[in-house]
């Protein structure tokens, strides 16, 4: 008997490298933008979920500076002791300004947005219906919350419909959750029909748009705008750190919603309020995605001139469906994956692989800005065209 009670670890690593799913960090050593420096070489950025170029706009960074020299560094506390700054009230109104809610609160991240949120809605004799590609944030503080799990196929309605037939009655509360756009297949929930079940069924319905904010709809307010389904009953998730180029995370809904959720997240209230400078940095992203619609314009420009490439000079390509900027390219094991990253990655191309487990098939992963050029987006095409992928 082994008396080393870590020794599974080095047999767990092993078989994560055979099986080669095995991750490790690459250091960008440049601003962000749609051209970094990864390890010494540049490269065009397509790995980045910096959709609008603002993590590397010099107006979020003044408006950060100004801040530390304001507040300093760290907000010192939770938002209910020593870390509340009037910058987090602006922001959170901001968010609802554009989400067109009641309220909004912000958190540290949007992993703690999701964990803090669920967990405060339902508990031990609850239900909980998942869409089984939904992000790990969701996935946990679902677990976390103690409720009943049910994955259903994704965007499956029917399956759901049948599922909230045999089982919503056993249970106290109902929260149906799901990501509006889905960040490893880039393709949207079907948010109306979610919305007249929920409904239909007495659930209450929670959607993170973390890949949607700044991004999709009319004003870049997210799935719920592009649906026609702003001012309907919907809990808002989101981030920071994409579109908006800063960090933390937020939820959206009405101002009920919002302040049981002050009352209750623990991951809201035993955590560090969000620094002024990512809190600054975010409220100005918000001012520019609102001033500057033509950023968003130029991302569906650039999205729209890849897919036409694709379809011309890459017929047999296996693109998942996407009505996102994200655009993944099914390959048939995780070895081709990672053999296709590194040529990419000798072509001048950052497009690193994505593999199980993370998501149930091998594929590369684009995501487009709109601050990448024709020609950049052209040198993509030819890379994968000599790849032959």
Excluded at 298 to 303: E, H
């Amino acid at each position: 008997m082994n008396t080393n009670p870590y020794a599974w670890i080095e047999q767990s690593l092993a078989t994560i490298h055979r099986a080669d799913w095995y991750r490790s960090v690459q250091t960008i050593q440049s601003r962000p933008g749609a051209k970094v420096i990864l390890e010494g070489k540049e490269v065009i950025n397509f790995a980045s979920n910096d959709y609008l170029g603002l993590a590397g706009d010099e107006r979020l960074q003044n408006d950060a500076i100004a801040a530390i020299q304001e507040f300093g560094t760290g907000s010192t506390g939770s938002r209910l002791l020593s870390g509340h700054r009037e910058l987090h009230r602006e922001l959170e109104r901001a968010i609802a300004s554009t989400k067109q809610t009641e309220d909004a609160v912000v958190f540290s991240s949007g992993y703690l947005a999701n964990l803090g949120t669920i967990t405060s809605l339902v508990g031990k004799k609850d239900l909980i219906l998942s869409d089984i590609y939904n992000h790990s944030s969701l996935k946990n503080g679902a677990i976390l919350s103690g409720a009943t799990i049910i994955e259903y196929p994704h965007c499956d309605i029917a399956t759901l419909t049948a599922k909230l037939h045999q089982n919503r009655h056993n249970y106290r509360r109902c929260l149906i959750i799901t990501d509006s756009v889905f960040s490893m297949d880039g393709d949207l929930c079907p948010l109306p029909e979610l919305l007249d079940i929920a409904e239909e069924f007495s659930c209450m319905l929670l959607i993170d748009e973390a890949h949607a904010t700044g991004v999709i709809g009319k004003t870049g307010a997210g799935c719920v705008e592009y649906f026609g389904c702003t001012g309907r009953e919907i809990i808002q998730i989101g981030t920071l750190s994409k579109a908006l180029g800063s960090l933390g995370g937020y939820v959206a809904g009405n101002s009920n919603l919002i302040d049981f959720v002050r009352n209750r997240a623990p991951s809201w209230i035993y955590t560090t309020a969000l620094s002024p400078a990512d809190t600054a940095a975010a409220l100005a992203a918000f001012q520019i995605v609102q001033q500057e619609p033509q950023r968003r314009q130029q991302l569906w420009a650039n999205v729209d001139y890849l897919k036409q490439l694709i379809t011309n000079n890459l017929p047999k390509l296996k693109i998942l469906p996407s009505q996102s900027p994200i655009l993944c390219f099914q390959l048939s094991d995780a070895a081709t994956a990672v053999i296709a990253g590194k040529y990419l990655k000798a072509a001048g191309i950052f497009a690193p692989a994505i593999r199980p487990p993370t998501v149930p098939t091998s594929r590369i992963r684009i995501t487009m800005m709109a601050t990448h050029q024709l020609e950049e987006i052209d040198q993509l095409v030819q890379a994968l065209e000599h790849f032959n992928l």
